[in-house]
């Protein structure tokens, strides 16, 4: 197996690349990460979505520690070559740290505030134990 597809993507000046989860069936964004080219390898050699955490500074397998793995399904890469996009089955319904279903759960409204629109599926620190 060639790796001639990872230098087809546009890595930035830290060698990442953005990634979106996009849950398969409802088209749900669930997330925002960053890929190195060995988390886009691992990915697509295991089947299950694998990230770089900046925060880290190490691979992250999605579900780890929460056990909430996302199953990849496809990778795209958008027409810049510069944004990877996994179609994901997110088991245990739960893809955000805050213990929500997705990332995106606040939205701005008519008086410029962010309101949380989305409830919290379960209690981080039931999910995660005291940090």
């Known amino acids: 197996m060639t790796e001639d597809w990872l230098d087809v993507v546009k890595w930035d000046s830290h060698g990442l690349v953005p990634v979106i989860a996009q849950e398969r069936g409802t088209g749900t964004i669930l997330m925002m990460a960053w890929m ?3 988390a886009l390898r691992l990915t697509r050699e295991t089947g299950h979505a694998v990230y770089w955490s900046r925060s880290r500074g ?7 520690e929460s056990g909430h793995q996302q199953v990849v399904h496809a990778l795209r890469l958008d027409c810049d070559g510069d944004v990877i996009l996994l179609e994901v089955e997110q088991r245990g319904g739960i893809a955000c740290h805050t213990g929500r279903h997705n990332c995106f759960f606040r ?9 949380e629109i989305a409830p919290v599926l379960k209690d981080p620190e039931a999910i995660y134990g005291k940090r």
Do not use: I, M, T
């Open 36 to 38: 190195n080219p060995e």
């Open 58 to 64: 190490r691979l992250w397998h999605k579900g780890e």
């Open 107 to 115: 939205e701005l409204d008519a008086a410029g505030h962010w309101v």
